[in-house]
Every structure is written in C-alpha cells, then in structure tokens.
C-alpha cells in the first residue's frame, strides 16, 4: 500500500469512533500517541519508553478493559518517567478522548497492521504522517487549517530561499514544522540523505539547523511528532514568540513561516521591550519580529514570510513598520497570492522574500511584484492547487529558471537584470521612491483583468467568465440575424 492508501485507511478509521465522541482534530492527537509508541518499535528507540507501555506489551494485552487501563495509565505517567526530551514533550498534558475500550482496540490492531516497509520501498511513516497532518487541515470544522500552509507554496518558498548546509534556519509559528521539514528535505535531496556530509555536519543538520516555537499544545506536539518522524531533533519550543520568549529568537541565516492572522487577545501588545513599534496587529509584530531575527553580518539571511493584505496597507504603526522592513531590509518581492488556498476561502495573502542589510538604512531600492490573483482559477477540489501553479511566477522571481532548474541549481540570489529581462504581464516592479510616494504602501501590483486578456498571446490564462461572455454574445448576434434573414 502506498504511503496515501495508508493514510487513508487510517483516516477512515475516525467514522468507527465517531458514536465516541471523538473530532478528527481529537482523533488526530490519539494517532499521535498510538503512532508513536508504534515508531518507537519500527524505529528501534523503545528502550526509551517503560517497558509496561513499549508496544510489544500493549498489543499482546487480551483484555479490553485492562488494555485501556494501561493505555490510560501511560498517558498519565509517560511525560514524565522518559529520560528522552521528545518523549517527555510529546506526552506532556497527554489524555484519551476515547471512552470505549473496544475501539482502543481497533486503533492498535489497525495500525499493527500496517506494513511501514514494503520491498525496498523507504519508510513511509513520515509521509503516512503528513496525509494525516493535509486532511486535518482539511476538515473545515476542526479548525486546524490555521496550523498547516499548502505543501505547494512551502516547498516553492523554500526552493527559492535555497538554504545551506550549516545555516541556522527558524519559524516562529511552527505549526506542525511543515517549513523546517520541507527545508530539511530539500537539503538531504542534495546531499544524498546527508550521507556525503562529515559526522559533524550531520549532527549540526538534525539537532540545530531547524528550529521553532509553537504557542498551541496540539500543534507543538503534531509539530514534535512531525520532527521526529523525519529523522530530526529539532528544539521546537512550546509559547509564544511576541512574549520575552522570543527575545531568543535571533541571527538565524533564514526565516519561513506563515504567522496566525488576527490580533493579540484582548487587543493587548506583545510583552517584549525590544520592539520599538508597538502594535497589538498580530502579523505586523510577526514580521517585526521577523526581520529583527535575522542576523545581519553576512548579507545573505533571509526571509519568505506568508502575511495578509493589511499588512500591505495597514497605516500609522504598518506604515511604520514597513518603512523599518525596507530600510533594514532588501524587500525585493512581493507574490500576490490567489483567493481560496488556505482554510478560510476569503482570506487574501501575499508573501514577502526579503534579505537583511548589513547596514540599518537603505537596503531596498525596488520592490518587483507578481500578481498571482487577478483572473487566477477558483482553487479547490476540481481544480487542485499544485506546485505547476508556480510555474511563471519561479520563471520571473529567477530571471528565466523553471521549476526543475530550481531545484537543481537555484542558489537563492536575486540578478535585476534577469528579472527585467522577463516579458509577463503580472511581473512589475517599483522604485523605493514610488513607493514612499503612496506612503509606504505595498499594496499594488494587482493588474486590471483586460490586461491579461490583451496578453493572452504570452500564455497567460484568460478570465474564463467573460471568454464565455463573449461566446454567448456572438451566438445572440448570429441568432438575430438568422430571425432578420427569416422575417
């Protein structure tokens, strides 16, 4: 069975629990803890765990009863008996939802069952997890979409960001880690599974070049078992990056993340004495935070950063904002992302690639923009959002590479003249000086809708509406002159 059949199993084992009780978010926590005593075996670490909860022991218990007695009992006591820090994390807070012990069982002898390596087919449980981590992000009524950005956009953002061995690389609102794993991933593509690098490099890769905070329980712990599941012992911490908390959050060599949208509880600031603009606007201190956290000697860190549109806009303390970002920064692109990609449809995003200056003044001389919104198909379960959506838009933000060069040979720098050289409608770009002429406002580049339709010669898609509109025109037109020639 293939890592996606797997998944799906799994997954429709939620409707047997459903007279339970149990939400799929809820269900998802409980597969996190069966799943991980069951990799704890496959993976060959279950001398970390009680041998009472290893899961030879569990799945040989007969009884029902006694079974969810001990499961119950492990959840109560594992986050503290495991000298392992994953474990404890992991754990922490842990308790069942389930209520009937017959369905305990039907967990365990499901995932049991499960064949993890098939042939010589790599281990599929990472990415058995991931399914699991996209259709709870699925589920409109769980909720958890805010945790989980489209795999599309991530690995674009990090095939563009193209990190480094022996970078230092962060999210300040994990999620469920997907950024840093896909960051992880990229690299081990390149260098063969990390096994071309010395042993020092390799332990650099898996204990320190990834890392994150997470302020939600669930997700920090989805975000742990993602981690682990992928070979990395990535220090994810667990509260809120806008508290003194994130004061240690600095000079990484790059930042992905797509920070929760919305502003503070209660509208209150963050309680950080750095940041010398106040703001209770959630996103706005997020990149703040951001741009702040990079570290500024080399000239190379950077930045791909998922923000809605009133970020773009927002005036007084945005504006601000903004300005700091384009004097500390090189904000040399903005991509205007499509309606409808994340959980919430109506929600509009952008993302924001920027480098950190050397200097503190004058770092951004223009700021290039791509329109991936105006006439963009409505992204759904007909039309599926893939990374082929990208397509023109890596064409342009590279001067020229497409999607298989990218990932081949991008080295993450920026060439205006092979940026300039480009003939898209959608690609524009801005001075510093026009601008700070709108009053630092980002938000343009979107192009009128005729403008695609006048290039539609490049290959650019057409607004399917009116193309129909236009069809159904002709007809009436031919219709009334066969009634003119009848009457």
């Known amino acids: 069975m293939s890592a996606e059949q797997i998944a799906k199993k799994l997954w429709e084992l939620c409707n ?28 060959k670490f279950d001398q970390d765990i009680p041998e009472q909860y290893r899961w030879s022991k569990l799945k040989g218990i007969k009884d029902n009863k006694e079974l969810f007695d001990t499961y119950r ?46 042939d010589e087919e790599q281990d599929k449980i990472a990415s058995i997890y991931e399914e699991l981590l996209e259709k709870n992000a699925g589920e409109k009524k769980s909720g958890a979409g805010q945790y989980f950005t489209p795999r599309p956009l991530i690995n674009v953002m990090v095939e563009l ?12 609102a994990a999620g469920t880690f997907g950024f840093m794993i896909a960051a992880d991933e990229y690299l081990k593509r390149k260098y063969d599974d990390y096994y071309s690098l010395s042993q020092a490099e390799r332990n650099f890769q898996v204990h320190e070049a990834f890392s994150g905070c997470e302020l939600v329980q669930d997700a920090h712990r989805l975000a742990l078992m993602n981690a682990k599941l992928h070979g990395l012992e990535s220090p994810i911490a ?54 702040r956290s990079l570290r500024r000697d080399t000239g190379t860190a950077r930045a791909a950063v998922v923000l809605p549109d009133n970020v773009l806009f927002e005036d007084n303390d945005g504006q601000k904002i903004r300005r700091d970002l384009m004097e500390k920064c090189d904000l040399h692109t903005v991509l205007r992302l499509p309606t409808g990609i994340f959980y919430a449809a109506g929600v509009k995003t952008n993302v924001l690639f920027f480098t950190r200056g050397k200097k503190e003044n004058g770092n951004t001389q223009r700021v290039w923009f791509y329109d991936m919104r105006t006439n963009a198909p409505s992204y759904g379960k007909r039309t599926p959002f893939t990374r082929e959506a990208f397509a023109d838009f890596v064409k342009a933000y590279t001067g020229g590479l497409g999607l298989e060069e990218v990932k081949e040979s991008y080295d993450g720098t920026v060439d205006d003249a092979k940026r300039q050289a480009i003939q898209d409608p959608r690609w524009q770009v801005f001075t510093r000086e026009q601008i700070a002429a709108k009053n630092d406002s980002l938000d343009i580049g979107l192009i009128e809708d005729e403008n695609i339709s006048k290039n539609a010669d490049l290959g650019q898609p057409l607004d399917i509406a009116k193309q129909a509109a236009a069809e159904l025109d002709a007809i009436k037109k031919e219709l009334d002159q066969i009634i003119a020639l009848l009457g």
């Open 16 to 43: 047997v629990l459903r007279d339970d009780g149990v939400t799929y978010h809820q269900y998802l926590n409980e597969l996190t803890y069966i799943l991980f005593l069951r990799l704890s075996e496959v993976k």
């Open 73 to 118: 009992d492990l959840l109560a006591n594992l986050g503290t008996m495991s000298s392992n820090a994953a474990i404890t994390e992991i754990y922490t807070n842990a308790s069942t939802t389930l209520r009937k012990p017959v369905n305990l069982r039907t967990l365990i002898t499901n995932i049991d069952q499960i064949d993890w390596y098939e």
């Open 161 to 172: 960001l193209a990190p480094k061995i022996g970078e230092r690389w962060n999210d300040p």
């Open 238 to 291: 667990m509260g809120d990056t806008l508290t003194e908390l994130g004061k240690s959050f600095k000079n990484y060599d790059g930042v992905l993340a797509n920070p929760p949208f919305g502003t503070k509880q209660g509208g209150e600031r963050p309680t950080r004495d750095d940041f010398t603009i106040q703001t209770s606007n959630k996103q706005l201190n997020f990149l703040m935070h951001i741009y």
